[in-house]
Nanobody
Framework: QVQLVESGGGLVQAGGSLRLSCAAS????????MGWFRQAPGKEREFVSA????????LYADSVKGRFTISRDNVKNTMYLQMSSLKPEDTAVYYC?????????????????WGQGTQVTVSS
């Protein structure tokens, strides 16, 4: 079993930055691919980014490419999402997730473990 807890959300002005953290606990965490998803009000949950358990391969949604950076620290059992040049359309609840696919994945169905989410609000 894997437990995930996100933190770092908040209110920021457009153009600003935030760093989200996802603290993981459980066994063999280094085996899991990790991802970030987000869900805005009235919209479906969407993929943001994913990272291989080694940290050597990353995936990004086109909407965040060049602005967001995903990373993980397997010693600290923590994954991060550095968000820069934030836009109002980035406003959403952000979720971290763990997948038994060590490469991570785009499809949310590939993830069996989810955090409770952290709110990110970007004002214009």
């Amino acid at each position: 079993q894997v437990q995930l807890v996100e933190s770092g959300g908040g209110l920021v002005q457009a153009g600003g930055s935030l760093r989200l953290s996802c603290a993981a606990s459980g066994r063999f965490l280094w085996r899991y691919g990790m991802g970030w998803f987000r869900q805005a009000p009235g919209k479906e949950r969407e993929f943001v980014s994913a990272i291989r358990w080694t940290g050597t391969n990353t995936l990004y949604a086109d909407s965040v490419k060049g602005r967001f950076t995903i990373s993980r620290d397997n010693v600290k059992n923590t994954m991060y999402l550095q968000m820069s040049s934030l836009k109002p359309e980035d406003t959403a609840v952000y979720y971290c997730a763990a997948s038994e696919d060590p490469a991570g994945a785009v499809a949310s169905i590939r993830y069996g473990y989810w955090g409770q989410g952290t709110q990110v609000t970007v004002s214009s």
